[in-house]
């Protein structure tokens, strides 16, 4: 049986109508509200580039298992599926995936920065160090918010 093949661009059209998408700003303002912002990066360019204060790292590799609701391997710091999500990249394009991964997990509002990071430092928003690193044996995607 041959499946029907998509593109790239199918799977982003269909995921970006399942989200909102905010410029860095609007993104601020919503954290600022009380929206949490996940920040899938990898730990190298947390540590190259800065982070968002008060973000959570949850490598996009483990995003399902961290925000599984009721899940054996959900970070507890990341709230109930009435919790706001705003999903951060390096550029906006992996987040909009991320962010509909989310949805589908049940929660309600998910958003995703456009132009991610590298656009959240060029609008001049804070961005600080890391406030950890990982250790040895330690899960990725289970600490609290930098």
Excluded: K
């Amino acid at each position: 049986m041959e499946r029907a093949r998509r593109t790239l661009e199918q799977e982003l059209r269909d995921a970006r109508a399942l989200i909102d998408r905010l410029s860095p700003a609007e993104a601020f303002e919503r954290a600022e509200s009380g929206a949490l912002i996940v920040d899938i990066r990898s730990e190298l360019d947390r540590e190259r580039l800065g982070v968002v204060p008060g973000s959570l790292h949850v490598p996009r590799t483990v995003l399902e298992w961290r925000l599984e609701p009721g899940g054996a391997w959900c970070n507890p710091h990341v709230g109930g599926v009435e919790r706001r999500i705003i999903l951060l990249c390096d550029h906006g394009f992996s987040s909009v995936l991320a962010a509909a991964a989310v949805v589908r997990l049940g929660y309600a509002e998910v958003a995703d920065v456009v132009g991610g990071f590298d656009a959240w430092r060029e609008a001049g928003l804070p961005t600080a160090p890391p406030a950890w690193q990982r250790s040895d044996g330690e899960l990725a995607g289970m600490r609290g918010p930098d």
